[in-house]
């Protein structure tokens, strides 16, 4: 079994907030000391080793524990590019040791009450519950569900603590009626709009007025972005009230970024309370490409798989992070990214799955551009039974210039245009725009009747006035509008 893994990224192990307690001080130095070399272990006090094939997931600057954030790719990190992303060397040995399934299990953030203590008194607990010699014996059958099950009874209780009880199941939604227009409108199978909207960079709202009441005729439902770029702009909550006092239907995007548990628990309270139905979380871009100076990159306190098992429970299950009661618990139909080429579909498609069981309804996908490449993605998806688990709305961006084509192709991580469309681009010259369009409505044709394509999510990054002539060019008897 392979331990070490060459060449990691190494960050100094967490130290604990608290004193010791008494077979602290002679266990948690022993830890630090095996684990350390072997692992590169940061003493996160919640170990998830089992699921992560033998790598430490902490290796990530990000801190991530459920999978990589979608800037990384295969070659590198995406906040230190000097080194590979962690999360690809796990999917790489998930897969060489026949462990890529263990990778669904939806894992929870850190304990800070106990990270930087030791583990092991409580696995040693555990062991002895099991029986030492039906732990040990474990070792040596062939059986994998046997041995398993004999690991997971030690394990398992450990990594999942009664406060967050992740697993590697799919749970449908806890409830009937569909919660939002835009559910409403995806679940009757109509090929659907959605668009999206930059929040303005100032208290001015006049723009951001006029655009809403512009794209509401034309799309189910507006996107406000939360702080794209990791630049500050007006928030996505108050851009969402500003649309529904328009009578548009408006979707709050919230970035794992800026939010902690505590703070993203009360922002879905608020935000159900004034009316707002539909939630999309996302990991939110690095703080490397927001202004300066830069942000802490290494701390983030939920990631994006989290933050939907939470709010999905908060919904579902009528409970907080923790177990504390909602007497009225927030209703959302909850939506989540998708990266169709970010990395090799098989991966994307473990990654998206997982999303799927934390409970995502709804995908938005990162910008598509190469209609062949999406049904790769797609067939990963349908292999793993979850088409019909989650709708999908592919992303639609007009190329306005050269410039912003050649940008997005080289400097957004995840989107990727092909040559041919680059080469149509600049030979439109003054034209460009006009090609835009003839391109973005080519896509759409291309990709709205694939298996598992719901409908479209046009992100017109400022040009917004192009909504309408894309909406009307397309087939008006199956694309669906507010106005319908
Ligand atoms: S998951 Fe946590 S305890 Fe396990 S090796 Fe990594 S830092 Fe150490």
Redesign the pocket.
Known sequence: MPLFTPGRRYQL?YLPSKKKSGQSYILEPI?RMI?GPL???????????QE?AFV????CPKGL?NGPCGGSTSEHCYIDPSYPCIWYEIFDRAKKMDREEMLLEVLPPLDWDIVGEE?WGEVVRKVKETGTKTFFGSFFKKDAGERKQIWDSVFKSIRQPDWWQGDDQYHPPGYEEPVSELERQLRSGKFVVAAEISPPASTATGKLLRDIELIKQYATSINFTDAASATPRMSSLACCEFALEAGAEPVLQIAARDQTRTGLQGHVIGASARGIRNVLVVSGDSARLGPKPMSRTDILDIDSVQMLWILRRMRDEGIYLGGREIKNPPQIFLGAAAAPFASNPRIQAIREHKKVNAGAQFFQTNLVFDPDGLELWLNELAKRNILDKVYILIGITPLRSLKMAQYMHNQVPGVRIPDQLLKRLEDAGDGVEEEAVIIALEIIEAIRNKEGVNGIHLMPVGWEQVVPRIVQELDGAKVVASSS
């Open positions: 192990p830890e684990k692992f590169a272990c940061r003493m996160c006090g919640n170990c998830l080793l992560t430490c997931p902490m290796a524990r583990t």
